[in-house]
């Protein structure tokens, strides 16, 4: 088995979410937008795709880095090809991030699994069929009956509990929001969140990520009293030592890092350092599903969880395939957003929860997306 063709397929779509200027993920009005499909087939005719950003899938980056390292290679041999891709990372200037990475490397395990008629978590070995999810909220905002105050946060957690979400994590307010970053707001809307679902509920807090210690440090206590679970990137990751510091003085679990480059060498880092009690990794944030189950074995190794960041095929498969997770993060959620709507170039969504709130692992070969190729074949725009 060879591969013989890389094709990016840009296609059109509508989407219902925009960005601030800082890059955090609102609601919006429907809009037109584009999306990319990578397809990677064989000499003897299997295929595989993963789905990115159009940008991260431009053709300077395919040219020069993933058609050279994959082109006329072995689909299967996916640790030759990642660790290939990975050192051409030095050189390129910051163009071949672990994102674009993380999008190649998933489409040779879709081929794989779809080659062997085997859906990707039980080729990695699989560990459990279902997987509890808590709902993800977006991050604040100023939206009249959105998630503008702490009593938007307390209402919307009530919402969640009946929907069947078994945990929830909340992301507060950031900039561009006028008056944020505030310790006190976050505090009243963990507050609020608390005494809407109770207090066995288990609850989470992912805040502004570029508090000072001082701040931090504030708002872990606060959060402490309230019997938060766990406290998610309230500082710039690239300062472990802040993090280690941090750790040292409060009694809630520290989670980490999410956003910090260098893959399992920076988790190995945060272990050795103390800088977090549980740790964290998603596939797009070190490079794929390969990596991401390196430091899941990492963490393992040292009697840690790895709670994996964001959702998706890729995620879903990686915590299908552990033993030290207990998660899945379903969303970004917010009251004007319906997370269970199919975006039109899939079939169906990889992550349906059950009443009881969860997510059952895929039954499709690969990755479990069941694409709608005709919508896309409809709607492209460009292939190269
Ligand atoms: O800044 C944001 O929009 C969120 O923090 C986002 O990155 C989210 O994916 C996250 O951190 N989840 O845990
Ligand atoms: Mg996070």
């Not at 707001?185 to 509920?201: P, Q």
């Not at 299908?320 to 079939?347: C, K, M, Q």
Request: net charge negative; hydrophobic share 35%; charged share 25%.
């Amino acid at each position: 088995m060879k591969i013989e063709q890389i094709t990016v397929t840009t296609f059109n779509t509508t989407s219902k979410k925009v960005n601030d200027t800082d890059g955090h993920t609102h609601p919006g009005p429907e809009h037109d937008t584009e999306e990319a499909m990578l397809t990677i087939t064989t000499d003897d005719g299997h295929s595989g795709y993963s789905f990115g950003s159009p940008e991260s899938l431009r053709p300077h980056l395919i040219e020069n880095y993933i058609k050279k390292v994959f082109m006329g290679e072995d689909p299967l041999d996916r640790e030759k090809l990642w660790i290939n891709l990975a050192k051409w990372q030095r050189g390129s200037g910051a163009n071949l991030t672990d994102r674009t990475m993380a999008v190649a490397e998933m489409t040779l395990w879709d081929l794989a699994g779809r080659a062997q008629n085997t859906p990707v978590w039980k080729m990695l070995g699989g560990y459990r069929d279902k997987v509890p999810a808590y709902g993800s909220t977006m991050c604040g905002d100023e939206m009249e009956g959105g998630l503008a105050t702490p009593e938007d946060y307390a209402n919307y957690a009530e919402w969640m509990v009946n929907r069947g979400y078994k945990a929830i994590k909340l992301h507060t307010w950031m900039p561009p929001v006028s008056w944020a970053p505030s310790v006190k707001m976050d505090i009243k809307a963990c507050a609020a969140v608390r005494e809407a679902v109770g207090h066995e509920f288990p609850l989470m807090l992912d805040a502004n990520h570029w508090y000072s210690r001082m701040d931090a440090l504030e708002l872990g206590k606060g959060i402490q009293a309230l019997g938060y679970y766990w406290y998610e990137e309230p500082m710039d990751e690239h300062s472990t030592e802040s993090y280690r510091w941090l750790a040292e003085q409060l009694e809630i679990p520290i989670i980490g890092p999410e956003y910090a480059y260098g893959k399992h060498h920076t988790r190995a880092e945060w272990i050795a350092s103390k800088a977090c009690d549980i740790v964290r990794v998603g596939v797009a944030d070190v490079g794929g599903i390969g990596p991401s189950m390196k430091c899941a074995h990492l963490t393992e190794s040292f009697n840690m969880d790895c709670e994996i960041h964001g959702g998706g095929a890729g995620n879903l498969a990686v915590i299908g395939a552990i033993s030290n997770t207990t998660w899945y993060e379903r969303g970004l959620l917010h009251p004007f957003i319906d997370y269970d709507e199919v975006p039109s170039h899939l079939n169906s969504i990889v992550d349906p929860m059950d009443e009881d709130g969860n997510i059952p692992m895929p039954t499709l070969p690969g990755l479990g997306e069941d694409i709608n190729f005709e919508y896309i074949a409809e709607r492209t725009i460009s292939t190269h």
